[in-house]
Structures are given as C-alpha cells and as structure tokens.
C-alpha cells in the first residue's frame, strides 16, 4: 500500500510556536501533497512537492521530502489559533495512476 | 469557498430509505470525485469520473450509487445502507485527471449518519 503515515496523531501547541508533522509512505511517489481540514469542512490544498525536489516554501508553510527515507515534513512557523485544523498527506504514485492516497491526518491544536 | 458546493450539509437516513447526495463545481472542472471520510480512517477514494464518464470504482458497494450527467454535477444515490456507511461524504474536482495529481478541490462534504 501507498498510504501516508502522519506523525503524531495529535498536536498541542501555543501561539507563536513552530507546528513539524510528519509523513511516511511505503511506495515510490510522482508527488506528495499536504492537505488542511477545518472541523468537519472539506480539504484545502496546500503545498504540493514532486519527487525530485527536497524543500517547497510558501509563505508559513515549509515542506521538506526525503524520498530515500520515504518521508515528508510539514513545518509551519508563527503558529496561529486559525491554523488549528487537522493536516493531511496524500501521495501519488508513480506509474500514472490519478489516485490520492491519503494519510490518517494529525490533528493540531493551536492555543492562543 | 473552493467552488464545489455539496448539499445537504447533514443527513439523517434509516436503513430503508433513498436518499442522494450533490455535489456542484462551478470551476469548468472536468474530473469529479466521490470520498469517504470515516472516523479514525484515511479518506477513501470511492468513485472517479473523467467527462460525464466514470474511470474508477473503488470497490464499492453496489448500495451507493454514483450519477455523472453533466460535468459540473455528481450525485451519489444511496440506498438500505448500513450504519458503518456513517460518515461524511467529500466531492471534489480538477481540471482534468492529470491535474487531479496535482490538486484537487474539495467541497464541504455531507455528514451522513444512518440509523
């Protein structure tokens, strides 16, 4: 199976602090991607990195990929009490498959 | 708002009834998704269509029941589910396949509880 991993399951941190989640998968990937969930909301993209590229920035927002070790991080600096929400990594596979293979998530809580 | 719109928003079913779920994209979308998010499980791919035309079934029950007859809208016609189908449905669009690797747009889902 492709399917993510994120780590840990759950966050706790207060405002103005860093937030790292990570993600592991088990197969080779065309691209990884992080995706953000209000409660009980539908998903929102929000980086995407491809197989050959190591860090993405955007804004608040640093993604890093090690495909030698299968895993991504999602780093957000400057925490803020909106970004609580629960994050999720979706992979997608080599080979030309259009699935989104999606992890369990980790669920952060920001408090202000 | 990410332009996919999903109504209802909740829906409470016994296990005899028929009920459908919408989903509209207003983004000339062409690819549309159907996922399943249950608690404590990772989204599940249900249903791809490509084109008003379905290119993936992801082993589905034949109790749910997907209807593409346009691009912008998807239904799913649910029929005597079962209370583990409890959860809440996500559609979601892209451009075309291709792009749905790079990202796919998500509407605010339906929370299905089925008694």
């Known amino acids: 199976s492709q399917q993510g991993e994120e780590d840990p399951q759950a966050l706790s941190i207060q405002e103005g602090e860093n937030a790292t989640m990570n993600c592991s998968y088990k197969t080779s990937i065309n691209n990884l991607q992080w995706y953000r969930q209000n409660s009980g909301r539908g998903l929102v993209h929000l980086i995407l990195?491809?197989?050959?590229?190591r860090e993405k920035h955007s804004g608040r927002l640093r993604v890093t990929l090690d495909t030698s070790k299968k895993s991504s991080s999602l780093l957000i600096t400057a925490s803020r009490a909106a970004d609580t929400a629960s994050y999720f990594c979706a992979t997608v596979g080599q080979g030309g498959s259009e699935k989104l293979v999606f992890g369990k998530g980790t669920k952060l809580t920001v408090n202000p | 708002e990410t332009g996919v719109t999903q109504t209802p928003r909740h829906l409470v079913m016994g296990m005899t009834n028929k009920k459908s779920l919408k989903c509209e994209q207003h983004l000339g979308h062409n690819a549309m998704y159907w996922y399943k998010q249950s608690a404590k499980k990772p989204l599940e791919l249900m249903f791809v269509?490509?084109?008003?035309?379905?290119?993936e079934n992801n082993s589905v029950p034949s109790r749910f029941s997907p209807e593409c007859p346009n691009s912008s809208h998807l239904f799913l016609h649910l029929h005597t589910l079962q209370p583990e189908d409890s959860a809440l449905y996500l559609c979601?669009?892209?451009?075309?396949?291709?792009?749905?690797?790079?990202?796919?747009?998500f509407g605010p889902g339906t929370r299905l509880t089925v008694l």
């Open positions: 990195i491809r197989s050959n590229e």
């Open positions: 269509y490509s084109l008003e035309e379905r290119v």
């Open positions: 979601a669009s892209s451009q075309d396949l291709e792009a749905g690797r790079d990202t796919q747009y």
